[in-house]
């Protein structure tokens, strides 16, 4: 077998962050070689690089096996590679054959030549059993069909080597299926697939080979027959770094979040909510955790008043908070910390003193008659500044004047001031360096002791691992399992965020590596 | 930085000015003489930004919370016929009455014609582009019908305008020696309320925070659709009180074209002045001046008044061109990369 | 009050006058379709109009023939939009804004120029394009005169509805045109490049919105006059909504409003006793109604006025 693609040491750095440390990472004709990781773990970073999309910093291109530079998509399919994004690039409006051959020439420039190429798109679906219809318009095609037309559109520009970003994230189990019979006859015929995903059942059930990244680094390449589920398991997930900080040991009260069977539909199917049910008890953690897109976003929309649940019931300290909009949640001393900081939790143009009172603005000691008392709002700003630790030139700077990390206190002060008796945080540190996610952890924690539940969603094991009492795994918007988060190890919770629910694990199920829990101060 | 802007555009002016065979600094000095040479012209600037002013905040205000108002134009209209409706329609009654209710009339005149697009888009999500523009031409062909038609005035001459509005609902002058009307007065007081509303008040504030960051303020309960409405509703009704301004306290009477595109121009005003009360004052106060400068100097050297629109003009473009984010991008990454090309240094900030 | 509606219905003026109404507005309209179809919203549609409707008579007043006008016309049409397309498309900024600005730009420039040469609010009469009467079409009965003995400027524009047609959806640069509009980033990761498309769509909207102001310089008034155009540009922002950004819907509407205009036109000689003010203002009501029924069913290409940026 040639080698097709190979990329060695390649290095990619974003402002504050090394996305693809020296990755080397290559590709042979007629293979599927998986691309597995979290996210953030450098696959689409990668991918962009070698779609022209991205330069990077250093490190080489070869392609069969001679030198190439990349610098746009157009290069990249001119050499042979085709891209299926993750989100399509198609267009709604058109039909499949508009959208294959948009950008194209052919002989009969510069008339469109539809009759012509749906022909030829007819014989590249027989060929590689990619049942399209020519005709048919996007926007009424299914996410499966849509899919398909990706992948022609790209074969039809010639594509040897294709590279599936998450195909199956967007697929029913049955289309799954037929995207597999797909690939294995591209592979028959002598094409090679880059499979990025991190599911692991598909990733052994099709490859050949499998390169494991991990927060920018290639951990091992592999064959798929040599490999096991624990083991991809255990290389993706890893060693946690442990941050030190102290959790005293957890004494839960009564229930004060209830979900119980909540379904939330979204336009995205992926993105749906299909019957989850949790409870947060008192002075406890729990945490909802899960690879993005699994239902979470439209959960947590649903949780902060501004998606109605479809089914289903929550309650908060046993109000019915179902058909609640955000200001009955404001009424009701619900702390929401929301995962978009700049366009959900602040607006960025008002200063950090109103952005602090945008809950509290209409309460009698802050208004009167419909006029704010400045006096008042101004010292609970000041208030909160140094209790929260903000650093800031002074109140009445822009927002987004602040750092991330201050910017997020000020989400946080504006979410707990009142002492909330729940509060629903979503990915709180994302984006914040260590000592600003210390921070975080350690106001969620007081409030935790303080007799508060928080319920806490998050895509990053650490945090989940190092802050929470309890862990629920979420997987295409159902709950896979709850474990305590003592008796809870990476490979277990891997398999439960790759798809296996808890019930169905081994029960001897060793840990390959054990974490050490969240120790004190050294 | 809207001043180098404004500096822009009026260099630009200049070379105009030397393409029709003014010498620029003549040229600008027949404008300011025109326009503050003399207590009387000082005072028909004033009373030619006291429109401005008025339908400026009513673009302004809705502005601030991400609106377009580009109604402006049929709102005057509105709020115009509505005071004359008022001054005309109430009777006798003393000045002291019946000024405030044509005042109250030209407001909610212009509030029910910004009321319309605001429900529209709060309600059905039509885009306001449109339904504001439309409503601007029925306004205006339906004050034309009325002063060409029922409104006429039998003796005036056959000229499609009103009969005059009696001295009880005219705005009276309050500096004689400039001869500035109440309507100026009325006019900074409406610049100091809208200060005082979008900055001391819990209105005001929601307002701001539905422009500033829509999600966030949604988050936080304010309900972002009938903050919509009620925006709309009183930049409307400023616009109207700019119309009623301009019959009441210098026409006297309705006509037909009585309104030399104030709702246009108020749209300048208001970004030039950076949505901000105080920034509408002076920029009304600098475009008025414009435009009565040119009108004046237009009489004394052979110089078309129209050149005041081209400035103005020019001055919006270099304003919003200025804010642009990929010049400040283009410009930065030009920086950048001359501050030595290593992997690393391209990645700033 | 019947006879007088069918005596105005049917009469040849009548329906001669609606064409020529209607003529300004098709022009206007296609060349905003195309650049809406591409993603831009061109408020200053007007103002290219209004510069076109100068530039045409400017130019048979400097050369004495009438299609050196037009193209004058045609030209300032798309200086204009070169400006919109700068601001729109390279800076990125509000296109709604700037389409504001420069109609004032235009409005102020037109009075400045042609006060400067003519020094009184009209210009000169200049010659312009009489019409033009059709061999054997022209002579078929009523409609031979109705439709076939216009200005060339109208026959011009209305065969333009097919070319126009034909551009958008059977050759490669109109599939690329359109894809523009609805999803710039998926063009552009095909590599359509995205920038030089939107303008090209803003150009060709001047050119022909320029042509569309000659109409009124050229053939309805043989002059210019300042601010002649009257909010036509406005209402061809609405035709081409209501016209769903097809030409032959377009010329429908088009069509349909220069029918309220000759009716306006009409109803004031013949003393209808419909008031003459309103009838002028009925089409603005008409398209306001219109697209207040058609929320949720005109659907506008998806990325319009939406500004591209690469990352």
């Known amino acids: 077998m040639n080698s097709l693609l190979r990329m060695d040491r390649v290095t990619k750095t974003f402002p504050g962050v090394l996305a693809n440390d020296c990755i080397s990472f290559d590709v042979m004709e007629g293979e599927i070689h998986a691309l597995l990781g979290e996210n953030g773990a450098g696959k689409t970073t990668l991918m962009r690089i070698l779609y022209g999309m991205s330069t990077p910093d250093s490190g080489t291109l070869c392609w069969r096996d001679k030198p190439v530079q990349i610098a746009t998509s157009q290069e990249a399919i001119g050499l042979g590679i085709g891209m299926v994004h993750q989100h399509f690039m198609l267009i709604p409006e058109f039909t499949v054959v508009e959208n294959v051959v948009l950008g194209l020439r052919t002989a009969r420039s510069p008339l469109l030549d539809l009759q012509g190429a749906a022909k030829r798109l007819s014989e590249l679906s027989e060929q590689f059993g990619l049942r399209v219809e020519p005709w048919a318009l996007v926007k009424d095609l299914s996410t499966g069909e849509q899919q398909r037309v990706e992948i022609v559109k790209a074969l039809y520009r010639g594509a040897h080597l294709l590279v599936l970003d998450e195909p199956t994230a967007v697929l029913t189990p049955g289309e799954a299926d037929d995207l597999f019979a797909v690939l294995d006859s591209l592979r028959a015929e002598g094409h090679a697939v880059i499979f990025i995903s991190h599911k692991l059942d598909e990733v052994l059930r099709i490859s050949n080979r499998v390169t494991v990244l991990r927060r920018g680094c290639v951990v091992a390449t592999v064959n798929t027959c040599d490999t096991s589920k624990e083991e991809l398991a255990t290389m993706m997930v890893g060693r946690p770094v442990v941050l030190r900080v102290e959790r005293r040991p957890c004494e839960p009260g009564e229930a004060v979040i209830q979900i119980e069977n909540a379904v939330v539909e979204a336009e995205d199917h992926r993105h749906e909510v299909r019957g989850v049910s949790l409870s947060v008890r008192a002075g406890e953690i729990l945490a909802l955790t899960g690879v993005a897109g699994n239902g979470q976003r439209s959960l947590v929309e649903a949780l902060f008043g501004l998606r109605r649940l479809t089914a289903g019931r929550v309650s908060i300290l046993g109000r019915d908070i179902s058909e609640c909009k955000p200001k009955d949640l404001v009424l009701l001393n619900v702390g929401r910390i929301p995962e978009d900081r700049h366009t959900m939790g602040l607006a960025l143009p008002l200063s950090v003193r109103e952005n602090l009172t945008l809950e509290v603005y209409r309460q009698r000691a802050y208004c009167r008659a419909g006029v704010l008392r400045q006096g008042p709002i101004t010292a609970l700003a000041r208030r909160l500044g140094s209790e929260y630790d903000i650093r800031m030139p002074g109140v009445q700077v822009p927002a987004s004047n602040l750092s991330g990390g201050n910017q997020q206190k000020v989400i946080l002060a504006r979410a707990m001031h009142r002492e909330p008796p729940a509060v629903v945080a979503a990915d709180p540190t994302r984006g914040l360096d260590v000592g600003a996610t210390e921070f975080v952890y350690r106001q969620l924690l007081a409030a935790r002791d303080r007799g508060v539940a928080v319920l806490l969603i998050s895509t990053d094991l650490e945090e989940v691992l190092c802050l929470s009492d309890r862990i629920a795994v979420i997987y295409n918007g159902e709950i896979m399992g709850e474990v305590l988060t003592e008796e809870a190890n990476e490979t277990q919770l891997g398999m439960m965020m790759a798809g296996t629910r808890g019930v169905d694990l081994p029960v001897d199920l060793k840990p390959r590596a054990t974490f050490a829990p969240c120790s004190s101060q050294p | ?349 | 009050m019947l006879e007088t509606l069918l005596q105005l219905f049917f009469s040849i003026d009548f329906l001669q006058a609606s064409i020529r109404f209607s003529t300004p507005l098709l022009g206007a309209s296609m060349g905003e379709a195309i650049s809406e179809r591409a993603g831009m919203v061109n408020v200053s549609l007007e103002g290219m109009m209004l510069c076109g409707a100068l530039g045409g008579v400017l130019g048979v007043y400097y050369t004495g023939s009438p299609w050196f006008g037009v193209l004058c016309g045609v030209l300032a049409g798309a200086l204009v939009a070169l400006i919109q397309g700068f601001f729109s498309i390279t800076l990125a900024v509000n296109q709604i804004v700037v389409g504001i600005a420069l109609n004032i730009l235009a409005s102020g420039a037109t009075t400045f120029i042609s006060r400067s040469i003519f020094e009184v609010t009209e210009s000169n009469r200049v010659a312009g394009f009489a019409p033009v009467r059709l061999p054997l079409l022209g002579d078929i009965p009523v409609l031979g005169d109705a439709l076939f003995n216009h200005s060339i400027l109208v026959y011009l524009t209305y065969l333009l509805i097919p070319v126009v047609a034909f551009v958008l959806k059977r050759t490669e640069w109109g599939l690329r045109l359109r894809s523009v509009g609805e999803h710039p980033e998926a063009a552009d990761s095909l590599g359509v490049p995205v920038a030089r498309m939107r303008y090209s769509a803003i150009l060709l909207c001047g050119a022909l919105a320029g042509l569309a102001g000659c109409f009124f310089s050229l053939v309805q008034l043989n002059q210019f006059v300042e601010k002649m155009t009257g909010g036509r540009g406005f209402i061809a922002l609405a035709v081409v909504i209501v016209g769903k950004w097809n030409p032959w819907r377009l010329a429908l509407v088009s069509l349909l409003f220069g029918v309220l205009d000759a009716v306006a036109l009409r109803a004031q000689a013949l003393n209808i006793g419909l008031p003459y003010h309103l009838l002028l203002a009925l089409p603005y009501l008409v398209t306001l109604l219109v697209y207040a029924g058609l929320v949720g069913q005109a659907r506008p290409p998806a990325a319009l006025t939406q500004p591209y940026v690469r990352d």
């Not at chain 2, 008040?201 to 409405?229: C, D, K, Q, S």
């Not at chain 2, 501050?339 to 391209?346: K, L």
Request: charged share 10%.
């Open chain 2, 1 to 349: 930085m809207p001043l180098v802007a404004i500096v822009a555009a009026l260099a630009v002016g200049g070379v105009i000015m030397a393409l029709v065979g003014v010498a620029p600094l003549e040229g600008y000095k027949a404008l300011w003489r025109g326009a503050f040479g003399g207590p009387s012209r000082m005072g028909v600037t004033v009373t030619k930004a006291t429109p401005l002013i008025l339908a400026g905040l009513g673009v302004a205000l809705p502005l601030r919370c991400g609106l377009v108002n580009l109604g402006g134009e049929g709102q005057v209209y509105i709020g115009a016929l509505a005071a004359t409706l008022a001054a005309l329609g109430l009777g006798d009654l003393p000045l002291a009455v019946h000024l405030p209710l044509v005042v109250l009339a030209g407001f909610v005149g212009g509030a029910v014609w910004g009321a319309i697009p605001g429900w529209l888009k709060a309600r059905l999500h039509l885009n306001e582009l449109i339904t504001t523009i439309m409503l601007s031409y029925i306004a205006f062909w339906v004050v034309s019908y009325l002063v060409h038609g029922p409104m006429k005035d039998p003796g005036g001459g056959g000229y499609p305008w009103s009969v005059q509005v009696p001295d009880s609902a005219r705005l009276p002058l309050i500096l004689k020696k400039y001869r500035i009307n109440l309507g100026s007065l009325l006019a900074l007081a409406s610049a100091a309320a809208a200060h005082f509303l979008l900055w001391k008040t819990a209105f005001g504030f929601e307002m701001r925070a539905v422009g500033a960051g829509p999600l966030a303020a949604r988050l936080a309960g304010i309900n972002a659709e009938r903050t919509t409405m009620l925006t709309f509703a009183i930049g409307g009704g400023l616009a109207g009180m700019a119309g009623m301004a301009e019959i009441v306290g210098v026409q006297f009477r309705l006509s037909d074209f009585f309104s030399p595109g104030y709702g246009w121009d108020a749209i300048v005003v208001a970004m030039a002045g950076q949505s901000n009360p105080v920034g509408v004052v002076l920029m009304g106060l600098f475009f008025g001046a414009l435009r009565n400068g040119a009108e004046s100097a237009a009489r004394s050297i052979d110089m078309p008044s129209s050149i005041s629109l081209i400035i103005q003009a020019l001055a919006l473009l270099f304003i919003i061109g200025s804010n642009s984010v990929v010049l400040y991008r283009r410009l930065r990454r030009r920086r950048v990369s001359h501050a030595g090309d290593s992997a690393s240094a391209v990645l700033l900030d």
